[in-house]
C-alpha cells in the first residue's frame, strides 16, 4: 500500500515530466528543421495537453494517525521574559530593584516550568493551569513590591496577556494508505473499490527578461 498523497503527486510528476520529454522532442526535431532548406519554412510540431482526465481505480487499505511528536506550548526564555514585563508594566515602573527583580524572576521561572509541565501531562489543564500561575505570582507581586495593589486586576492582566504565548498542539496528521496495483485489486471486492477522477490542466511557464528599478535586467520564471 501506499499514501493517497504520495500516489497523486506521483501521478502529477509523472504528466510533466511526459510533457518535458515532449518537448525536448520538439526542440531535437526544431534543429533538424532549421537545417533543412524546406523544412525550415514550416512551422514545427508541439505537442500540448490543455487538459487530461484520469480516472484512478483504488482501494482504501486503512486509516494511520500521527500524533506530534514533541510538543513544546512554551517558549520559556521568551514567555520569563514577557511575564516579568507584565508585572513591571503593572508597576508602572521603570525596573525594580536587584532583591525584588531577583525574587520575581526566580518565580516566575519555577511557575513556569511548573505551568509547561501540567499542559504536557494534559493540554485541557491549559486554562486552569495559567489561572493558578497568575494567582501565584500576583500573590508574589503583592507581597514583594505593593501590598495595596488591585489582586484581581493583576490576575486578569498577567492571564490575559500570557495565554497568546501558549502554543496550543498540534493536530494529529491522518495517513491514508490505499492499494492501487492491478494485481491487489482484483482480489478486493468491487463495492470497496472507489474511482478518483482527476483533471490536469496545462499552465506553461516562460523566461522572461526583467529590468529592475535601478535598470538591471533579471531573469524570472512568468506563466505563459
Given at each position: 500500500?501506499i499514501d493517497?498523497?504520495?500516489?497523486l503527486?506521483?501521478?502529477?510528476?509523472?504528466?510533466?515530466?511526459?510533457r518535458?520529454m515532449?518537448?525536448?522532442?520538439?526542440?531535437?526535431i526544431?534543429e533538424?528543421y532549421a537545417?533543412?532548406k524546406l523544412l525550415?519554412t514550416f512551422?514545427v510540431?508541439?505537442?500540448?495537453?490543455?487538459d487530461?482526465?484520469?480516472?484512478?481505480?483504488?482501494?482504501?487499505?486503512?486509516?494511520e494517525?500521527e500524533?506530534?511528536k514533541k510538543?513544546?506550548?512554551?517558549?520559556?526564555?521568551?514567555?520569563?521574559?514577557?511575564?516579568?514585563?507584565?508585572?513591571?508594566?503593572?508597576?508602572?515602573?521603570e525596573?525594580?530593584?536587584?532583591?525584588i527583580?531577583?525574587?520575581?524572576?526566580?518565580?516566575?521561572a519555577?511557575?513556569?516550568?511548573?505551568?509547561e509541565?501540567?499542559?504536557?501531562?494534559?493540554t485541557?489543564?491549559?486554562?486552569?493551569?495559567?489561572?493558578s500561575l497568575?494567582?501565584?505570582?500576583a500573590k508574589?507581586?503583592l507581597s514583594?513590591?505593593?501590598e495595596k495593589a488591585?489582586?484581581e486586576?493583576l490576575?486578569?492582566?498577567?492571564?490575559?496577556e500570557?495565554?497568546?504565548?501558549?502554543?496550543?498542539?498540534?493536530?494529529?496528521?491522518?495517513?491514508?494508505?490505499v492499494?492501487v496495483?492491478?494485481?491487489?485489486?482484483?482480489?478486493v471486492?468491487?463495492?470497496?473499490?472507489?474511482?478518483?477522477k482527476?483533471?490536469l490542466s496545462e499552465?506553461g511557464?516562460?523566461?522572461?527578461n526583467v529590468?529592475?528599478g535601478?535598470?538591471?535586467?533579471t531573469?524570472?520564471?512568468?506563466?505563459e
Amino acid at each position: 500500500m501506499i499514501d493517497l498523497k504520495d500516489y497523486l503527486s506521483s501521478l502529477v510528476i509523472g504528466v510533466n515530466q511526459a510533457r518535458m520529454m515532449a518537448d525536448l522532442e520538439s526542440a531535437r526535431i526544431a534543429e533538424i528543421y532549421a537545417k533543412d532548406k524546406l523544412l525550415k519554412t514550416f512551422s514545427v510540431p508541439r505537442f500540448r495537453t490543455p487538459d487530461i482526465e484520469l480516472s484512478i481505480p483504488v482501494a482504501i487499505g486503512n486509516l494511520e494517525s500521527e500524533n506530534e511528536k514533541k510538543y513544546e506550548p512554551i517558549d520559556n526564555i521568551q514567555f520569563n521574559s514577557t511575564t516579568y514585563a507584565i508585572l513591571k508594566d503593572f508597576s508602572q515602573a521603570e525596573t525594580f530593584n536587584r532583591k525584588i527583580s531577583t525574587e520575581l524572576r526566580s518565580v516566575i521561572a519555577k511557575e513556569t516550568e511548573t505551568l509547561e509541565k501540567r499542559i504536557k501531562s494534559d493540554t485541557n489543564q491549559k486554562d486552569i493551569a495559567l489561572q493558578s500561575l497568575s494567582k501565584n505570582l500576583a500573590k508574589k507581586y503583592l507581597s514583594l513590591v505593593d501590598e495595596k495593589a488591585d489582586f484581581e486586576k493583576l490576575i486578569r492582566k498577567i492571564n490575559t496577556e500570557l495565554t497568546p504565548h501558549i502554543q496550543e498542539k498540534k493536530a494529529i496528521h491522518h495517513k491514508t494508505k490505499v492499494i492501487v496495483q492491478a494485481n491487489e485489486l482484483r482480489e478486493v471486492k468491487p463495492e470497496n473499490i472507489v474511482q478518483i477522477k482527476i483533471k490536469l490542466s496545462e499552465d506553461g511557464m516562460e523566461w522572461h527578461n526583467v529590468e529592475t528599478g535601478d535598470g538591471e535586467t533579471t531573469m524570472k520564471l512568468l506563466p505563459e
